[in-house]
């Protein structure tokens, strides 16, 4: 089964460790997944916090478990991120990735306010 996953909730919120633990079952039970950071989960994906702990999603684990992982361009560079302070695993992206990501998921999950 493919899972695609929408976080829009900051590192701060309990929506990040939600979303880690259904991805790693997921994972763990064989099932292809999908996780697009848009909002204030674009701060997730920065390299201090996924690297230092500072967010619970455990976004390096996911994506080496196999885990696809995007990010909305427009709402990173609103939030003043840019390449040099996003983790280079993460695919920065736009709002039609995220459709055709919604379109090839079997079952989609939003977390925060969108």
Same mark, same amino acid.
């Given at each position: 089964?493919?899972?695609?996953?929408?976080?829009?909730?900051?590192?701060?919120?309990? *929506?990040?460790?939600?979303?880690?633990?259904?991805?790693?079952?997921?994972?763990?039970?064989?099932?292809?997944?999908?996780?697009?950071?848009? *909002?204030?989960?674009?701060?997730?994906?920065?390299? +201090?916090?996924?690297?230092?702990?500072?967010? +619970?999603?455990?976004?390096?684990?996911?994506?080496?478990?196999?885990?696809?992982?995007?990010?909305?361009?427009?709402?990173?560079?609103?939030?003043?991120?840019?390449?040099?302070?996003? *983790?280079?695993?993460?695919?920065?992206?736009?709002?039609?990735?995220?459709?055709?990501?919604?379109?090839?998921?079997?079952?989609?999950?939003?977390?925060?306010?969108?």
């Amino acid at each position: 089964m493919k899972v695609g996953f929408l976080l829009c909730s900051s590192p701060e919120s309990q *929506d990040g460790f939600t979303v880690g633990r259904l991805a790693d079952g997921l994972l763990s039970a064989g099932h292809s997944v999908s996780l697009f950071l848009m *909002d204030d989960g674009v701060y997730h994906a920065t390299r +201090t916090a996924a690297t230092a702990g500072h967010s +619970t999603l455990g976004l390096p684990r996911l994506v080496e478990r196999g885990a696809k992982v995007a990010l909305c361009a427009v709402t990173a560079r609103a939030r003043g991120l840019g390449e040099a302070e996003l *983790d280079p695993r993460v695919e920065i992206s736009s709002q039609y990735e995220l459709s055709q990501m919604v379109k090839a998921a079997d079952r989609f999950l939003a977390f925060g306010e969108a």
